[in-house]
């Protein structure tokens, strides 16, 4: 008798868990069809990127000081200007010369200051 009530709990069981994988695979296989399908759309954009142009950055920032460390091995200058900004403290340069004149030139174009204002900010460093 024991095993007569048995079976039926067994069937119970079977007739409960047996659409739990089911349901699951109906949700795997069709998330996969609809992935595909919207995946599968060609989208077009109303504008393009522009990834060879340069963005030009405006510093608005009082600048303090500039120490110039002049590379001449290498041909090669960095400039680190210290600003009164709280969120930009330092900004780095690189120019591809050692000629003093060339590098206050390009120190003045690049953060809008007189070559003037430029040779007494900056420090100067050989290496």
């Known amino acids: 008798m024991n095993h007569q009530l048995q079976r039926p709990q067994v069937y119970r069981y079977l007739a ?3 659409p739990i994988p089911l349901v699951a695979l109906v ?3 069709g998330g996969q069809l609809l992935t595909q399908h919207l995946l599968g759309y060609a989208y077009e954009l109303d ?3 522009n990834a060879d142009t340069l963005a030009k950055i405006q510093v608005q920032a009082a600048v303090l000081a500039l120490e110039v460390e ?3 091995h290498v041909d090669f200058t960095l400039v680190r200007a ?3 900004d709280s969120a930009l403290k330092v900004l780095e340069l690189e120019f591809p010369t050692t000629d ?3 590098i206050e030139a390009a ?3 690049e953060l809008s200051l007189s070559p003037d204002i430029v040779r007494q900010l900056a420090h100067y460093q050989l290496e």
Do not use: D, N, V
């Open 16 to 18: 409960l868990g047996l």
């Open 27 to 29: 949700f795997w296989f």
């Open 47 to 49: 504008h393009s990127l």
């Open 70 to 72: 002049i590379k001449p």
């Open 82 to 84: 210290k600003t009164t």
């Open 100 to 102: 003093i004149s060339e």
């Open 107 to 109: 120190i003045a174009q």
